[in-house]
């Protein structure tokens, strides 16, 4: 039985159903948006996906051209909380400083742009900084009615790589002096397999 009678009425004992929040809508209707299969875009890309929650459309609903990179903006701070003051952070407030963040995972990029990152140590996946308040979006799916964007930058739009930074402390990764025919010293970067790359100039954007 689910009621008892108290009082000569019937009272239901059935616990009261919890209605879910809205981010835990959204948080559910991103896992149905994620193949639980590797992409096959390398393991730095599938541990960004799930850490970050980035669905499949970021990766496959476009393909960049020339010098574009598209990046998936993630908070510049992490944390839920105000420092160690231990308030808590409304969801405005997250959303807000998400927009503002100069801080993304690389989800594609051009061939060109391929061309400028990778011989500077910088790739798919990666963790970057970039031009504050890059003002161009590129929207590339609609989950639980909101509209997703992802950043459009040119290569030369990044400005640092986290990952690059702990490879190199980590001495995964090296950068090295060489003297070319004139005599001047260059720099070049080796990568995790020993590879050498001359460093390929990135192009800026342009102010309009």
């Known amino acids: 039985m689910t009621q008892t009678e108290t009082n000569g009425s019937n009272v239901s ?5 919890t209605r879910k929040t809205r981010e835990e809508i959204r948080k ?5 948006h994620m ?3 590797p992409l096959g875009l390398g393991k730095l890309v599938e541990e960004k996906r799930w850490k970050y929650g980035i669905p499949d459309e970021a990766f496959f609903n ?3 051209a020339f010098n574009r ?3 998936v903006q993630i908070p510049e701070d992490e944390s839920d909380t105000y420092g160690e003051s231990g308030l808590v952070k409304t969801e405005a407030a997250k959303k807000r400083d998400l927009v503002e963040a100069p801080r993304g995972i690389i989800v ?3 061939l060109q742009a391929l061309d400028e990152l990778r011989s500077n140590g910088i790739d798919l996946g990666h963790t970057v900084g970039f031009v504050r308040l890059a003002p161009f979006r590129r929207p590339y ?5 909101e509209r997703i964007s992802l950043v459009v930058l040119v290569s030369g739009d990044i400005v640092d790589s986290e990952d690059l930074g702990q ?8 950068v090295v002096p060489k003297l070319n025919a004139e005599g001047v010293t260059i720099h070049q970067f080796v990568d995790s397999n020993g590879k050498l790359w001359s460093p390929v100039e990135a192009q800026m954007q342009e102010d309009s």
Not at 13 to 17: D, E, G, K, Q, V
Not at 141 to 145: D, S
Not at 167 to 174: C, K, M, T
């Open 13 to 17: 004992n059935a616990p009261s159903p």
């Open 69 to 71: 990179v598209l990046v």
């Open 28 to 32: 559910e209707a991103i896992l149905a």
């Open 35 to 37: 193949s639980k299969e």
């Open 62 to 64: 476009q393909c960049p």
């Open 141 to 145: 799916a609609t989950i639980a009615g």
């Open 167 to 174: 490879q190199l402390r980590a001495r995964e990764v090296r």
């Open 108 to 110: 594609g990029a051009g």
